[in-house]
């Protein structure tokens, strides 16, 4: 497992020279980003490629990314690759453009969708998880309507979904008010789990009667001593 924060922004530099400033730094299509490419390096495509290539008997996935850095040649190495798992997490926090604006994420709901459509289009069994928000500063029935709406056209394989809590020293702190009570934002995580659960359902009912590569990471640590049979 490549961990990071984000983890797809991999950029070793460390053996580049004259190099220009943010040269070749290639975003996902219709995303933007506050950062500053210093000089380009060997990208998070370089490390997979030698990784996968030097042991071809280990499977490597990876967490977290960031939706702005899945240039094609990354999908293109993750299709390729029989040892590098089909599986993206690709956080999207909200559906809904204006939030995404608020908590300048650096793209719209329509660039996350194309987004999405691409990735299924390169990696067709791919399996997409994601991150979500309710009741962010401002957040209102129809900004949430569309998270939910999202979640329906996507239709993810897993997410994380939780309230919104306001965090010191963050730009919503300095910049919003955390204005949605309570009570609303854990109704709206209510619906929004209901939703995800009716849509991961259909998808892994689509799978009955396939055939499925499983990784066993290791026991269960809830239950170490089951088996199939009781008595044994």
């Keep these: 497992m490549l961990l990071g924060q984000n983890v797809n922004s991999y950029n070793d530099a460390s053996e580049v020279q004259n190099v220009a400033p943010g040269s070749n730094w290639q975003l ?15 990208r998070f495509s370089d490390l997979l490629d030698r990784l996968s290539t030097e ?8 967490t977290s990314p960031h939706p702005k850095d ?5 999908l293109f190495i993750m299709r390729d690759r029989y040892n ?6 690709l956080p999207a926090q909200t559906g809904s453009t204006t939030v995404l604006e608020r908590m300048r994420r650096g793209y719209t709901r ?3 969708l194309e987004l999405v459509h691409k990735i299924r289009d390169i990696i067709p069994d791919v399996g997409i998880s994601s991150d979500f928000i309710c009741g962010f500063c401002g957040e209102t029935e129809l900004e949430h309507a569309d998270t939910l709406s999202l979640v329906k056209i996507v239709g993810y394989d897993m997410a994380y979904m939780f309230a919104y809590s306001m965090r010191e020293r963050t730009h919503a702190h300095r910049n919003y008010v ?8 854990q109704r709206r995580l209510t ?7 009716e849509s991961t359902g ?5 799978q009955v009667g396939t055939i499925q590569l499983v990784l066993v990471e290791g026991p269960n640590k809830r239950a170490r001593d089951r088996t199939d049979r009781k008595d044994r």
């Design 178 to 185: 955390d204005d949605v009570p309570e009570n609303i934002k």
């Design 28 to 42: 996902s299509e219709g995303f933007s980003s506050t950062c500053k490419v210093k000089a380009m390096g060997l």
């Design 70 to 74: 899945f240039p094609d040649d990354l």
């Design 55 to 62: 042991f071809p008997e280990m499977r490597f996935r990876f």
């Design 110 to 112: 329509e660039a996350y």
């Design 84 to 89: 590098i798992c089909n599986s993206i997490h």
């Design 191 to 197: 619906e929004l789990i209901d939703v995800f659960r």
């Design 202 to 206: 259909q998808r892994y009912d689509s």
